[in-house]
């Protein structure tokens, strides 16, 4: 069983920064794939960005390009998602995913709340 757990997130002004972390436990990080989604009030969740469990490729939303890094660090078992040049609609909860090929179920971490606001 792999646990995820997130940390980071905040309050931050426009044209601020954060850093968003997915720790995993349980299972190496390896063989996941982590996905980050968010989801605004009255919105649905939406994704904004993805790695490969082999680090490459990579996705991200065009609303997120340029601004949003994903990374992944397997030898501490945790995915990043670096927040700049945030704007007040990237306000949401967000939260990321573990999948793998070699395992039926999802793991959700249990949402962090960035909020961007002057």
């Known amino acids: 069983q792999l646990q995820v757990v997130q940390s980071g997130g905040g309050l931050v002004q426009p044209g601020g920064s954060l850093r968003l972390s997915c720790a995993v436990s349980?299972?190496?990080?390896?063989?996941?794939?982590i996905g980050w989604f968010r989801q605004a009030p009255g919105k649905e969740r939406e994704g904004v960005s993805c790695?490969?469990?082999?680090?490459?490729?990579?996705y991200y939303a065009d609303s997120v390009k340029g601004r949003f890094t994903i990374s992944r660090d397997n030898a501490k078992n945790t995915v990043y998602l670096q927040l700049n040049s945030l704007k007040p609609e990237d306000t949401a909860v967000y939260y990321c995913k573990a999948e793998s090929r070699a395992d039926p179920d999802t793991y959700w971490g249990q949402g962090t709340q960035v909020t961007v606001s002057s």
């Open positions: 349980g299972r190496t990080l390896d063989d996941f794939a």
């Open positions: 790695i490969s469990s082999a680090n490459t490729p990579t």
